[in-house]
Structures are given as structure tokens and as C-alpha cells.
């Protein structure tokens, strides 16, 4: 097993319609406005831009997120990740009542040198840490689609 790989899911609830969501979503530069974690991002070009996070660890992560695929009428929004960690990353959403399920998945390899050392005693925290900013983006995002 490669410790320094990787698997996420979260699935957010959110009280807006699918195409609003979807539109929040595709504009990776206002995350910052909704998603604390999301310190900076930085647009390099129409399809890339670079992303600062950081959540409770005290270490940033910096990357470049480069989009791979952007499907409207399919809810499908998925970058490609290279820097800090590398890999992907998807939002898929669905439709749920007159709200909207928005399912996160990434899949990474951390290439940080740090954390790549601290790959096997730290996973639980670094799972744990990616979890508490998730949950942090759910609630930011709701909040600002109640806002808008």
C-alpha cells in the first residue's frame, strides 16, 4: 500500500437547485468567498488556476487544478491536480427534491515532502483534517446559495 495515496468521498445536501450549485461550482476563483479553507486561487489561464488551502494542520497545500471535464447538462465538473498532491478531483451533482446533491471525490497522491514523511503515523489526522474542511465547504456553500 502506498500510504501516501489518497481516496476521498463527501456528499454535501444543498438547498438550491442543481444549476445554481453547478454554476457556484464551475467559478473555482470566488471559492475563497464561501469556503475559508480555500485560501487563494489564483486563475492561470481559461482552464487552470492555482489553489492555496489550508484547513486546522498548520501547513499549506498549493496545486495547480487543471480542468479535464466541465458538463453542464451532466452536473459534471473534474480537474486534474499536479503540485502539492496529484490526481484529480470531481464534483458530481444530482438533483434531490429542490435541492441538490453534490457528491465530492478526489483521488490523490501527496507529493509534499513533509507530509509524505509523516504518511503512515499522520493518515488519521490528515483524513480527519481533509473531513473537518469538507465540512467546512458544506456549510459555507450552503450558507452563500441562502445569500444569493
Known amino acids: 500500500m502506498d500510504w501516501s495515496h489518497f481516496r476521498f468521498r463527501s456528499v454535501w445536501d444543498l438547498p438550491a437547485p442543481r444549476a445554481t450549485v453547478y454554476t457556484v461550482l464551475e467559478q473555482a476563483e470566488h471559492y475563497p468567498r464561501w469556503w475559508p479553507q480555500v485560501r ?42 499536479s503540485g502539492d498532491m496529484v490526481g484529480w478531483a470531481r464534483w458530481t451533482l444530482t438533483a434531490d427534491g429542490p435541492g441538490t446533491r453534490a457528491q465530492y471525490d478526489q483521488e490523490v497522491d501527496v507529493s509534499k515532502p513533509l507530509l509524505r514523511r509523516l504518511a503512515v503515523p499522520g493518515r488519521p489526522v490528515f483524513r480527519a483534517n481533509h473531513a473537518l474542511m469538507m465540512r467546512a465547504g458544506q456549510r459555507g456553500l450552503a450558507a452563500y446559495l441562502e445569500a444569493v
Open 40 to 81: 487563494e486561487v489564483t486563475r492561470v489561464d481559461e482552464r487552470s488556476g492555482v489553489l492555496r488551502v489550508r484547513s486546522v494542520l498548520p501547513y499549506d497545500m498549493t496545486f495547480t487544478g487543471r480542468e479535464v471535464r466541465r458538463d453542464r447538462a451532466g452536473g459534471v465538473l473534474e480537474i486534474a491536480l
